[in-house]
């Protein structure tokens, strides 16, 4: 069984769990054995961001023929995706799947505290969440590991904010050389177009020559 919490999604969710699914599922054996003794491997995948493209908060997936889906050709693969987001505040606590979910959202809420009179396992997680928080040692891994994610969170923001400054910027260079080369359809001089768009010749020779325009 192989499970991973995402909290951001790095839009590589589908390839990254098939990877580590065969991964587990190749060790199953060693050179010579019988594939008889590769054993079943269950992914599941914990996010705190929507990935399927589906209303339901559990999603399995599983090898099945494509049109007669209750047609499974073997159930070695089970793969499953949990969405946080979109478990509903009137969601069943009674549900085991919902109670672990809401411990993951917030393990000091009044459902968890609920939830703890009433469920062994969610009250003995809690205990052990106590335990780990009094012991300083896992709380500096911890706090080594959160600062950790905040960087790489921090890291993707800025990349994305860069990203977004040079497609702008592309477009307006790509805006500015269909002007020119409209102007230059025009009959229009380099000097007369630099006066036309407020801007130097040199700036407009530099981008009819970057653009490859042909000047009449």
Do not use: C
């Given at each position: 069984?192989?499970?991973e919490?995402q909290l951001?999604?790095q839009?590589?969710?589908?390839?990254?769990?098939?990877?580590?699914?065969?991964?587990?599922?190749?060790?199953?054996?060693?050179?010579?054995?019988?594939?008889?003794?590769?054993?079943?491997?269950?992914?599941?995948?914990?996010?705190?961001?929507?990935?399927?493209?589906?209303?339901?908060?559990?999603?399995?997936?599983t090898?099945?023929?494509?049109?007669?889906?209750?047609?499974?050709?073997?159930?070695?693969?089970?793969?499953?995706?949990?969405?946080?987001?979109?478990?509903?505040?009137?969601?069943?606590e009674?549900?085991?799947?919902?109670?672990?979910?809401?411990?993951?959202?917030?393990?000091?809420?009044?459902?968890?505290?609920?939830?703890?009179?009433?469920?062994?396992?969610?009250?003995?997680?809690?205990?052990?969440?106590i335990?780990?928080?009094?012991?300083d040692?896992?709380?500096e891994l911890?706090?080594?590991?959160a600062?950790?994610?905040?960087d790489?969170?921090?890291?993707?923001n800025e990349a994305?904010?860069?990203?977004?400054?040079?497609?702008?910027?592309?477009?307006?260079i790509?805006?500015?050389?269909?002007?020119?080369?409209?102007?230059?359809?025009?009959?229009?001089t380099?000097?007369?177009?630099?006066?036309?768009?407020?801007n130097?010749?040199?700036?407009?020779a530099?981008?009819?020559?970057?653009?490859?325009?042909?000047?009449?």
């Amino acid at each position: 069984i192989n499970i991973e919490v995402q909290l951001t999604d790095q839009k590589n969710m589908d390839r990254r769990t098939l990877f580590y699914w065969s991964r587990i599922y190749n060790r199953g054996i060693i050179k010579g054995e019988d594939y008889s003794n590769l054993n079943k491997v269950i992914t599941i995948n914990i996010l705190d961001f929507n990935f399927i493209d589906l209303d339901k908060f559990h999603t399995e997936f599983t090898l099945r023929e494509s049109e007669y889906t209750d047609y499974k050709l073997t159930d070695v693969l089970e793969i499953h995706f949990i969405e946080i987001p979109k478990l509903e505040d009137g969601s069943d606590e009674k549900d085991m799947l919902v109670a672990w979910i809401e411990f993951l959202k917030n393990p000091e809420s009044e459902k968890v505290r609920s939830l703890e009179m009433s469920v062994d396992e969610i009250r003995e997680a809690k205990d052990e969440l106590i335990k780990m928080s009094n012991d300083d040692t896992q709380r500096e891994l911890y706090e080594m590991r959160a600062k950790t994610l905040r960087d790489k969170i921090s890291a993707l923001n800025e990349a994305e904010r860069k990203g977004i400054k040079k497609g702008r910027e592309e477009g307006r260079i790509e805006e500015k050389s269909a002007l020119i080369r409209k102007k230059l359809e025009k009959g229009k001089t380099i000097s007369e177009i630099a006066d036309d768009l407020e801007n130097t010749e040199e700036n407009i020779a530099h981008l009819i020559e970057q653009f490859h325009l042909h000047i009449n």
